[in-house]
T-cell receptor, first 115, second 116 residues
Framework: DTEVTQTPKHLVMGMTNKKSLKCEQH?????MYWYKQKAKKPPELMFV???????INESVPSRFSPECPNSSLLNLHLHALQPEDSALYLC??????????????FGDGTRLSIL | ELKVEQNPLFLSMQEGKNYTIYCNYS?????LYWYRQDPGKSLESLFV?????AVKQEGRLMASLDTKARLSTLHITAAVHDLSATYFC????????????????FGQGTILTVHP
C-alpha cells in the first residue's frame, strides 16, 4: 500500500464531462505534484504545489485545473478533455525542508480514458 | 534544459545473469533517484543517491553515482523473474534546499524482462 492515496483508480469520461481526480497524503509533506504518464513512457510533470500554492505549471492546457485546498489534499479538475488526454495520472508528494533525503512518493494513479 | 538518458531501453535477461543499466544526465545535480514500476502500478522508490561516489545495495540491485561523469548505474546481480519491471532513473536540478522538491526529470525507462 502506498502512502499517497488517489481516487478514483479508473475513470472513463466523455469529452463534454467535468470530473475531478483526488489525491491525499498524511506524511506531512508540503509539496504535492501531478504527473501524466502515457503508456511505455516516463511520467511528465504537470503541476507542483508548495505550501498550498502553485509553484510550477508546465504549460498545461487550461482544461486541467489543479487545486490544493489544504496541505494534505490535491485535486485535479478536468473539463472538455481530448482523447489524447487518456493516460495514467500520478500524484506525488515530498518534503521541502533543507537536507531531506527522501524521494518523491507516488500514489497508485488514476487511469483516465476519454471517449 | 535537463536531459536524462537511459540505456538500454529494453533488456531481456536470463535468470542468474548479471547486467547494468546506465543513466546519463546533462546538468549538474546533487541527487539521483531510481524507481521501479510494475505494469499498471505506481512508482516504487528504490534508491536515493546523494553524493559523488555513492553506492547503495538492496538485494540483487546495486546503484552508484558519479556526479563528475553525470552517470549513474543500476547493476543487477543473478537476475530472478521477480525483477521484471520498468526501471526509471530521475534527476532533480540542484537546488539550495537539497531536497527532492522540484521538477523531477525522468529517463525514458528500461523495460527489464527476466526469462527462466
Amino acid at each position: 500500500d502506498t502512502e499517497v492515496t488517489q481516487t478514483p483508480k479508473h475513470l472513463v469520461m466523455g469529452m463534454t464531462n467535468k470530473k475531478s481526480l483526488k489525491c491525499e497524503q498524511h506524511m506531512g509533506h508540503r509539496a504535492m505534484y501531478w504527473y501524466k504518464q502515457k503508456a511505455k513512457k516516463p511520467p511528465e510533470l504537470m503541476f507542483v504545489y508548495s505550501y498550498e500554492k502553485l509553484s510550477i505549471n508546465e504549460s498545461v492546457p487550461s482544461r486541467f485545473s489543479p487545486e490544493c485546498p489544504n496541505s494534505s489534499l490535491l485535486n485535479l479538475h478536468l473539463h472538455a478533455l481530448q482523447p489524447e488526454d487518456s493516460a495514467l495520472y500520478l500524484c506525488a508528494s515530498s518534503q521541502t525542508r533543507r537536507g531531506s533525503n527522501q524521494p518523491q512518493h507516488f500514489g497508485d494513479g488514476t487511469r483516465l480514458s476519454i471517449l | 534544459e535537463l536531459k536524462v538518458e537511459q540505456n538500454p531501453l529494453f533488456l531481456s535477461m536470463q535468470e542468474g545473469k548479471n547486467y547494468t543499466i546506465y543513466c546519463n544526465y546533462s546538468t549538474t545535480s546533487d541527487r539521483l533517484y531510481w524507481y521501479r514500476q510494475d505494469p499498471g502500478k505506481s512508482l516504487e522508490s528504490l534508491f536515493v543517491l546523494l553524493s559523488n561516489g555513492a553506492v547503495k545495495q538492496e538485494g540483487r540491485l546495486m546503484a552508484s553515482l558519479d556526479t563528475k561523469a553525470r552517470l549513474s548505474t543500476l547493476h543487477i546481480t543473478a537476475a530472478v523473474h521477480d525483477l521484471s519491471a520498468t526501471y526509471f532513473c530521475a534527476v532533480v536540478i540542484a537546488n539550495a534546499g537539497g531536497t527532492s522538491y522540484g521538477k523531477l526529470t525522468f529517463g525514458q525507462g528500461t523495460i527489464l524482462t527476466v526469462h527462466p
